[in-house]
């Protein structure tokens, strides 16, 4: 169940878009929030139907968009063509290590990588606005 000042912005942010508050986008919302890990599109459709939600594919990816262009959600690329989906909401900034054998995704924050980019944009007089810091290897058990 969603938060009531969390419900109330997402009917602000829905209205914002020209967009009508729904309990259709209402479940994709609470999927995204309640849900663990990086998840596609049709994995977070998928979920739904298995909840007995009626909600539309074309919900699912229109919701989704309009949550990432608002940044309650992240859309994360990792070069195999396929997007996956993390929310933001009350959630902390971390990057990510990525295997390119199982596709296993470690989320880490490391305060040393952090205070060095910014080093780094304040020396080329560059104002750095946000980042996205993936790191692709093989995990233990690939190796």
Same mark, same amino acid.
């Given at each position: 169940?969603?938060?009531?000042? /969390?419900?109330? @912005?997402?009917?602000? $942010?829905?209205?914002?878009?020209? $967009?009508?508050?729904?309990?259709?986008?209402?479940?994709? $919302?609470?999927?995204?929030?309640?849900?663990?890990?990086?998840?596609?599109?049709?994995?977070?459709?998928? @979920?739904?139907?298995?909840?007995?939600? @009626?909600?539309?594919?074309?919900?699912?990816?229109?919701?989704?968009?309009?949550?990432?262009?608002?940044?309650?959600?992240?859309?994360?690329? $990792?070069?195999?063509?396929?997007?996956?989906?993390?929310?933001?909401?009350? @959630?902390?900034?971390?990057?990510? /290590?990525?295997?390119?054998?199982?596709?296993?995704?470690?989320?880490?924050?490391?305060?040393?990588?952090?205070?060095?980019?910014?080093?780094?944009?304040?020396?080329?007089?560059?104002? /750095?606005?946000?980042?996205?810091?993936? /790191?692709?290897?093989?995990?233990?058990?690939?190796?």
């Amino acid at each position: 169940m969603i938060e009531k000042g /969390l419900y109330d @912005s997402y009917r602000d $942010l829905l209205s914002n878009e020209g $967009l009508k508050f729904t309990p259709q986008r209402l479940d994709v $919302l609470e999927e995204i929030v309640s849900g663990e890990g990086h998840r596609e599109c049709e994995e977070i459709y998928m @979920s739904l139907k298995q909840k007995g939600k @009626s909600v539309s594919r074309a919900t699912v990816y229109r919701t989704i968009d309009i949550l990432v262009k608002n940044n309650w959600a992240r859309k994360l690329e $990792l070069g195999d063509g396929r997007a996956r989906y993390e929310h933001k909401i009350n @959630s902390s900034h971390h990057d990510h /290590l990525v295997c390119n054998s199982c596709g296993q995704i470690i989320e880490f924050m490391d305060l040393n990588i952090e205070k060095r980019q910014e080093i780094i944009a304040k020396d080329n007089d560059f104002i /750095l606005i946000r980042h996205i810091h993936q /790191l692709f290897g093989l995990c233990k058990k690939c190796q």
